[in-house]
T-cell receptor, first 114, second 109 residues
Framework: IAGITQAPTSQILAAGRRMTLRCTQDMRHNAMYWYRQDLGLGLRLIHYSNTAGTTGKGEVPDGYSVSRANTDDFPLTLASAVPSQTSVYFC?????????????FGPGTRLTVL | GQNIDQPTEMTATEGAIVQINCTYQTSGFNGLFWYQQHAGEAPTFLSYNVLDGLEEKGRFSSFLSRSKGYSYLLLKELQMKDSASYLCAFMDSNYQLIWGAGTKLIIKP
């Protein structure tokens, strides 16, 4: 693994199903983030984690949950998917949650909820 | 409240210079970032400004004026590979990034 990876690359999901998007980084970064990107809108923060064992809510957390059991992994779960959750999801990480540390992004997961 | 604004789309010619503007409003500010995003790919970091002034990095430069809530990204000697979306984002008082919708830059030969 080099950098930050996400799985799956894309997924079509029936409404009401549960789905977990996976994110793994090997840079030993303390902070990790989940964003969604929709056409015409900026990236919107869903949840974040400043360090292993802690998580926080971003701008659009409803319908999503996260966990941070260790430094490397930060899965995002949709408990019961709805069509409005159709989006491209990016996971990102940074050395620290504060200051000018750049965020490194994974390749994204394209999710379609029907 | 907080908001951030940048033009939706710009067109420029190969070899020329283009300036992409970004304006923002926020009560707490911890720096301004620029990212590049090619179609279908992840954003990649270009620059970070926390103090007023110009930061130069090769063909790319970024400027910040905190009093005016204004930043720009300057791209010189444009190349076809610079065709991409350019995202500006400020870090708010909670150290969260607030992102603009991005400026799609089209480079013509």
């Amino acid at each position: 693994i080099a950098g930050i990876t996400q799985a799956p690359t894309s997924q079509i999901l029936a409404a009401g199903r549960r789905m977990t998007l996976r994110c793994t980084q090997d840079m030993r970064h303390n902070a990790m983030y989940w964003y969604r990107q929709d056409l015409g809108l900026g990236l919107r923060l869903i949840h974040y984690s400043n360090t292993a064992g802690t998580t926080g809510k971003g701008e659009v957390p409803d319908g999503y949950s996260v966990s941070r059991a260790n430094t490397d992994d930060f899965p995002l779960t949709l408990a019961s998917a709805v069509p409005s959750q159709t989006s491209v999801y990016f996971c990102a990480s940074s050395d620290s949650g504060i200051g000018g540390n750049e965020q490194f992004f994974g390749p994204g997961t394209r999710l379609t909820v029907l | 409240g907080q908001n951030i604004d940048q033009p939706t789309e710009m067109t420029a010619t190969e070899g020329a210079i283009v300036q992409i503007n970004c304006t923002y409003q926020t009560s707490g500010f911890n720096g301004l970032f620029w990212y590049q995003q090619h179609a279908g790919e992840a954003p990649t970091f270009l620059s970070y400004n926390v103090l007023d002034g110009l930061e130069e990095k090769g063909r790319f430069s970024s400027f910040l004026s905190r009093s005016k809530g204004y930043s720009y990204l300057l791209l010189k000697e444009l190349q076809m590979k610079d065709s991409a979306s350019y995202l500006c984002a400020f870090m708010d008082s909670n150290y969260q990034l607030i992102w603009g919708a991005g400026t799609k830059l089209i480079i013509k030969p």
